[in-house]
């Protein structure tokens, strides 16, 4: 409910950007003081938000035939919205540009009294076209979450490493978020790039699906990924799994031959000095409905109970979906801890995420020798993303 709270709230706000938006336009150019241009600008936010609200809740309009003409006006609609979040930042350089043109040209150059076009007058009206090029980067963010896929590759020289594992390549898949925007097609292309890249074992580090009618044919996609890697895929517990319905989730699986680890541990690789996967819970449920982080105390208590029963001497790595394992990871001398959850921001300027709200929030950390992964995910439940496309992540192991 909260969830839906948030959207609407955007909504609203989106609205009165776009109004406050279109009268600063009109305080600038002469061109948007018209009524057709006021009337046109206006209805296009109203029907991109009609859209939004009433094409969002018929659900999965990816997956259906015959849906090309909603998934047309969703995705033009989200790009007439984003913009009005892009334009509002942009509007001081356009003042700035109009104003520059005003005074650059007004002394050396007067209007002409007969028919006839000025420089400054023509430089003007190109000034008022230059606002839709705001729209250029909500475009781009939504072709970019929908259409590329990175392939991210580390090789590592992990502590304690065996040397017969020497090469060992451990492939991570996150947040899928399975749903409106991400559809069983485009979950079965992830796993074909990430299959393509040979890895020993697949981890899964939560948030799988978002719209449960998608559930059953997404684990298939899941089970065909699993039966084509030596160790198959291991799965650790997200938030949005607690969001839907985890016993089902759960279920589902358990019957496609995916292994869960909720505060538990697997033996990958037997030997002298064994292999050991450990994956820990996104703790609690009711914590995950109520906030985005989770407690130190309560994350030690899980990292405690998936290390239970693993022999002294054994290497180790970490999956979590939440990026504050790293710190946990760190503390008890992980060689590797991998995460999600975050989506590396989605939106990344100059290399730096636009909103961080974790330590750690994408890419590789490293500290004394050890290594932690955030993955910016390979989906998203809002399609937009900026310099941090979708991703799959493949870590090969040195000794």
């Not at 009618?213 to 799994?241: D, I, Q």
Request: with cysteine; charged share 15%; aromatic share 12%.
């Amino acid at each position: 409910m909260r969830f839906f709270v948030a959207i609407y709230v955007l909504l609203g706000l989106t609205v009165f950007l776009s109004w406050l938006n279109y009268r600063l336009l009109a305080r600038l150019f002469f061109f948007w003081r018209g009524r057709a241009a006021r009337y046109a600008y206006l209805l296009l936010t109203a029907a991109a938000v009609l859209t939004v609200v009433f094409g969002w809740p018929r659900r999965p309009w990816t997956a259906e035939p015959g849906q090309e003409l909603l998934v047309f006006l969703i995705y033009g609609s989200l790009v007439w919205l984003t913009g009005q979040l892009v334009l509002i930042v942009l509007m001081p350089l356009f003042y700035a540009a109009d104003r520059w043109v005003g005074r650059r040209l007004a002394p050396a150059e007067s209007e002409p009294a007969g028919p006839g076009m000025s420089r400054r007058t023509f430089l003007r009206g190109a000034l008022a076209a230059v606002p839709l090029t705001a729209f250029v980067p909500g475009a781009q963010g939504i072709y970019s979450a929908q259409v590329e896929l990175a392939v991210v590759r580390h090789e590592l020289k992990a502590a304690g490493l065996p040397a017969g594992l020497d090469g060992f390549k451990i492939g991570q898949l996150s947040d899928t978020h399975v749903g409106p925007y991400v559809d069983v097609a485009r979950l079965a292309a992830v796993c074909a790039r990430l299959k393509a890249e040979k890895p020993d074992v697949v981890v899964m580090t939560g948030d799988f699906a978002d719209d449960l009618r998608l559930l059953a044919p997404a684990v298939e996609v899941l089970a065909a990924l699993g039966a084509a890697v030596p160790h198959g895929v291991y799965f650790c517990w997200g938030n949005h799994e607690y969001f839907r319905d985890p016993a089902l989730i759960e279920k589902a699986l358990r019957a496609g031959g995916i292994k869960i680890l909720k505060d538990a541990h697997a033996a990958l690789v037997p030997g002298e000095r064994p292999f050991y996967l450990l994956g820990v819970d996104y703790p609690p449920a009711e914590s995950a409905r109520r906030s985005m982080t989770i407690p130190a105390e309560r994350r030690r208590e899980c990292l405690a109970a998936a290390s239970r029963g693993v022999p002294d001497g054994a290497f180790r790595v970490l999956i979590a979906h939440h990026p504050d394992f790293l710190l946990d990871g760190f503390a008890a001398g992980l060689p590797l801890t991998l995460a999600g959850h975050s989506h590396g921001g989605q939106v990344v300027i100059g290399g730096k995420p636009l909103v961080s709200l974790h330590t750690y929030v994408r890419g590789l950390y490293g500290q004394d020798g050890l290594w932690g992964y955030v993955s910016s995910g390979a989906g998203h439940w809002f399609p937009f993303r900026l310099g941090c496309p979708p991703e799959v992540s493949v870590f090969t192991l040195r000794a």
